[in-house]
Every structure is written in structure tokens, then in C-alpha cells.
């Protein structure tokens, strides 16, 4: 059982986040927990997704994550997602559509490219989207999603990864049952 403790000046919260992080789910290489089911990963993509529509559009300033991944989503005893970890997070008005950064945040494998390099454009709100999209990848794919400089080509970056299976003809080992939509 995890728990997340924060505190604030004399009252203290504490949260039972009883089933830890996305990432213990997800991964096929971490065999100690079960597949939770394509319904509950759809719930749990959605929550996440709710909560990205909330930090961009639901409060008075918009809040950018710049670090989702499996790792920071912590999961309740419902399987409710929690968007955790904040440190990277940078604040800005809803109206500002580009946001000027002098370093990269994130954790390759989830930064969008234009954070780290400003060739392929400005970085906006849609950098947490990007990640999201990684994160649906891996949560897919059951698989993790690691730099390219792994020696082990079972932990190559996703997006190289499936570039390589499409140019090679190949399938994308991505293999959805039959019983659901």
C-alpha cells in the first residue's frame, strides 16, 4: 500500500492511494500485478485524460505538467487515476499559447520534441499531450517506454520502435482480444 502525505503549514493531508502507480499495471516485464482489462485501462486513459483537460482549461491559470508518464499517474483503490508530481510543472495564462522555457523538463521517452529542441516548433500545452499519447502507447503495448540509447532493443523509444516495425512490414505486436470493442 502507498500512501502520499502532504503538508501545509498546520493542517496535514494524507491520501491512501492504495493500488501505487500506472506503471505497476502496464508493464509486461513487471509480472507481479495482473492485466486490469482493456475496460478498466479505457476508464483509466480517460481519467487521466479529464484531468490533462482540467490542469489546461479548468483552473485560473493554466498548469502544465511536462512529466506525465506511468509513473506519476497513482491509482486509488477504485483505480482512479491521480495525476501526481508536480515539480516540473510550470504555470501560465490560458490566453498564452506559447510558453518560453530555457531548459527541457521531462523524462525522455515522454517529452514532446519540441521541448527539447526548437526546430520543431514552440512549446504549448499540447507538449502534455504528446506525453499522454506516449503513455496511451505503453499502456497499449504493455510495454515499457525507454530512451533509445538502451543496449536491450526491448527497451528502445516507442516512437523508433514502431517506426522500425512499419518500415521492416512488420506487425505492431499490439494484439486487442476479441471481446469488446
Known sequence: ???????????????????????????????????????????????????I??????CDQRILHFDIKPHNVLLDHNF??????????????KDQSIVSM??????MGYIAPEVFSRNFG????????????????????????????AKDTNEIYYPEWIYNLLEGGDDLRIHIGDDGD
Open 122 to 149: 514552440n512549446v504549448s500545452y499540447k507538449s502534455d499531450v504528446y506525453s499522454f499519447g506516449m503513455l496511451l502507447l505503453e499502456m497499449v503495448g504493455g510495454r515499457k517506454n525507454i530512451g533509445s540509447s
Open 53 to 58: 483537460e482540467y490542469l489546461h482549461q479548468g
Open 80 to 93: 482512479t487515476p491521480k495525476i501526481s508530481d508536480f515539480g516540473l510543472a510550470k504555470l501560465c495564462s
Open 102 to 107: 530555457t531548459t527541457a523538463r521531462g523524462t
Open 1 to 51: 500500500m502507498a500512501w502520499l502525505s502532504i503538508s501545509h503549514s498546520t493542517s496535514d493531508i494524507v491520501v491512501v492511494i492504495s493500488n501505487g502507480s500506472l506503471q505497476d499495471f502496464i508493464s509486461s516485464a513487471d509480472s507481479k500485478n495482473s492485466f486490469l482489462g482493456w475496460e478498466k485501462l479505457h476508464d483509466i486513459a480517460v481519467g487521466i485524460a479529464k484531468g
